[in-house]
């Protein structure tokens, strides 16, 4: 099983960016699913989460500003992100907790995606 993050980059304040996860492999079910950002000599946060029935949860930094999504046929999560701020500077990884078709559940992580907002 792999997380494949992409659609990370450089943008302006006030802009917009949106980064997907696509989930591959020997896949059954995906449970909840959210992405998380590290900033340089800060701890890992969560930026927000889906389960697989829908139900959502963010952060407060991001409320109002960001969208977590999922398409379940593409086992795939999208986080749009906009009115960017210089704060929001990070490396956004996903996390997905799924199982697998041996019926092993265990929480998976992506690669990194560096997202750099500029003043």
């Known amino acids: 099983v792999q997380l494949q993050a992409s659609g990370g980059g450089l943008v302006q304040a006030g802009g917009s960016q949106r980064l997907s996860c696509a989930a591959s492999?020997?896949?059954?079910?995906?449970?909840?699913m959210g992405w998380y950002r590290q900033a340089p000599g800060k701890q890992r946060e969560l930026v927000a989460s889906?389960?697989?029935?829908?139900?959502?949860n963010y952060a407060d930094s991001v409320k109002g500003r960001f969208t977590i999504s999922r398409d379940n046929a593409k086992n795939t999560m999208y986080l749009q992100m906009n009115s960017l701020k210089p704060e929001d500077t990070a490396a956004y990884y996903c996390?997905?907790?799924?199982?697998?078709?041996?019926?092993?559940?265990?929480?998976?992580w992506g690669q990194g995606t560096q997202v750099t907002v500029s003043s």
């Open positions: 996390n997905a907790d799924l199982v697998n078709i041996y019926y092993v559940r265990r929480r998976y």
């Open positions: 492999g020997t896949i059954f079910k995906i449970n909840d």
């Open positions: 889906i389960s697989s029935g829908g139900s959502t």
